[in-house]
């Protein structure tokens, strides 16, 4: 079970009518330098929690990290059409809701790791765009309006 990381919501008396319209970036201009780095980590609060391993079969826990190795084994490429699948739904997701979903783990023991690399490599590459506003949520580009 994770703590929560986000206070409980109180309704809002003068609730805005509209949400701010999201702001998206792509390609090889994203900085991913300093803080840059890590805010991609921060969870939204609807993200889907991990399997708690107490409900699993004892076959199917993990208790010497095997998964670590596995994932070290694999490339960047092999998790970009997981991915893109993934999104191709339409639905918005932070990187967190993305490791949950393909791999019941989560965004901070997945940095730098290939399914991290895979990402941002979609983002360089104009596939993936990106919201500016934490928490940082990916898509499959869309093309610009007209």
């Keep these: 079970?994770?703590?929560?990381?986000?206070?409980?919501?109180?309704?809002?008396?003068?609730?805005?009518?509209?949400?701010p319209p999201i702001e998206w970036?792509?390609?090889?201009?994203?900085?991913?330098?300093?803080?840059?780095?890590?805010?991609h980590l921060v969870r939204?609060?609807?993200?889907?929690?991990?399997v708690d391993i107490r409900t699993l079969p004892e076959a199917l826990r993990d208790r010497v990290a095997a998964w670590r190795r596995s994932l070290a084994k694999a490339t960047p490429e092999s998790f970009e059409e997981p991915i893109l699948a993934l999104l191709a739904d339409g639905?918005?997701?932070?990187?967190?809701?993305?490791?949950v979903e393909l791999l019941d783990k989560t965004a901070d023991v997945l940095l730098d790791t290939p399914p991290d690399r895979a990402l941002w490599s979609l983002v360089f590459?104009?596939?993936?765009?990106?919201?500016?506003?934490?928490?940082?949520l990916f898509r499959i580009r869309r093309p610009p309006p007209p």
């Design 44 to 50: 939204s609060p609807d993200d889907p929690e991990r």
């Design 91 to 99: 639905v918005p997701r932070t990187f967190n809701r993305i490791a």
């Design 25 to 39: 970036v792509t390609g090889p201009t994203v900085r991913r330098d300093g803080l840059a780095h890590y805010l």
């Design 1 to 19: 079970m994770q703590l929560p990381l986000f206070p409980p919501q109180h309704p809002d008396p003068d609730p805005p009518t509209e949400p």
């Design 125 to 136: 590459a104009s596939k993936v765009e990106h919201s500016i506003a934490v928490p940082v």
